[in-house]
């Protein structure tokens, strides 16, 4: 049985996300998508609204696809989340080398933590690689479209 844990910020959940927890929902038995609390960043989007777009966005998906989706959101250390979730997989997307050279160091160091626990990388899709939630915050607040980046329920949100 694999449980996937998917997790992230997703201030917004963008193009980007969703193409990665797509292709999640076509590996694993199970995704949980954890939303990250940071007590240092404000936020664009409060927790609530994060998980219910996520929800609204990719519950339909995840029935179509038969696998189980559910959302949560956690403070703390990522492994003790896949712990308490049951996850005995880690998932992350990634963009760029820069993204890899973060990704593996933080790989590492959760696997020195929980052995039990594997991280697994999807490569993003071309198409949207280049998409990042801080880009689409920074775009949004100097008044530019993020329409093509971001779904539907996102946009309804701001
Ligand atoms: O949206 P992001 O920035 O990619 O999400 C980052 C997140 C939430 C996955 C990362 O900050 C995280 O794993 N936070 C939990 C804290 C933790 O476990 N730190 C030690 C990792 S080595």
Known sequence: MRVGLYPGSFD???NGHI????????VVNKLIVGIGISATKTPMFSLEQRMAMIESEMGPI???????LSVTSFEGLLVDVA???GANLIIRGLRTAADFDYEAQMTSMNRAMAPEI???????????????STLIRQIHAMGGDVSPFVPRVVLDNI
Do not use: H
């Open 12 to 14: 917004p959940i963008t």
């Open 62 to 68: 995840a029935k179509t696809m038969g696998t189980e």
């Open 19 to 26: 193409d990665i927890i797509k292709r999640s929902l076509a």
């Open 118 to 132: 594997e991280t697994v990388f999807l490569a993003a899709s071309a198409n949207v690689g280049f998409i990042s």
């Open 83 to 85: 712990r308490q979730q």
